[in-house]
């Protein structure tokens, strides 16, 4: 018998075997790859809708830099020295501890360069939506000396030097007049849109330069 007939005789005999692999190779070859989990983070609403965020999202607290345990956020604030922020990536597992509570499971600082942050009540609660509140807030920021909190002119916080920081206050408080003291804000950069503020101050939306309510 010729090579060529002998190869034709072996195809057909293999042709069924060939066959009965595929089929049982496309019954175990998965339909489709599983969803990607990554989808962006995305925060309640009052109205109870969920917006997304495009940026990763973080709850932080206020700790006592010794012991670990969670304070209220006016340490922080205020750039107290011995307190620091952690933080808890929001929608996560862990549970936030309350104040008074020992901090764990959190990171010294947020795994990303551009971060949305958040803050959480008093009584904590798991790193879910619905437990934050929403820190980002317009601001209006002014210059005072750091261990006063008095308005200074802004050129001071543009000089070198540690005696004068920006202070950050919300748009809907009260803006100090060049000379008063500031209170009720934070030395803690915020998110959200920052305004500059009228030399004479007032109530935070009127002194904000360039803000339209």
């Known amino acids: 018998m010729s090579s060529s007939r002998v190869l034709a005789s072996l195809a057909l005999a293999l042709a069924p075997l060939i066959s009965a692999c595929t089929q049982d190779v496309d019954r175990v070859r998965p339909s489709a790859a599983p969803a990607s989990s990554t989808a962006a983070p995305s925060v309640a609403t009052p109205e109870g809708e969920h917006e997304e965020l495009d940026a990763t999202a973080y709850v932080e607290v ?3 830099r010794k012991t670990e345990i969670r ?3 006016r340490p922080c604030d205020d750039a107290l020295p011995g307190f620091v922020l952690r ?3 929001l929608g996560g597992l862990a549970r ?3 104040v008074g509570e020992k901090i764990t499971d959190a990171s010294p600082t947020p795994r990303d360069d ?6 959480a009540p008093a009584q904590g609660g798991r790193s879910r939506f619905v437990m934050v509140e929403v820190g980002v807030v317009p601001r209006v920021v002014v210059c005072v000396r750091k261990v006063t909190r008095i308005r200074v002119p802004g050129s001071r916080c543009t000089a070198k030097g540690s005696a004068h920081a920006w202070y950050y206050l919300r748009l809907d408080g009260h803006v100090p007049a060049i000379d008063e003291q500031a209170a009720d ?3 803690l950069v915020p998110d959200g849109d920052i305004y500059r503020a009228r030399r004479n101050g007032g109530h935070g939306s009127d002194a904000a330069i360039g803000y339209k309510g």
């Open 62 to 64: 206020c700790a006592d």
């Open 71 to 73: 304070v209220r956020y």
């Open 87 to 89: 933080y808890y990536l």
């Open 96 to 98: 936030v501890p309350g």
């Open 114 to 119: 551009y971060i949305y942050r958040f803050r």
């Open 185 to 187: 804000g934070s030395f």
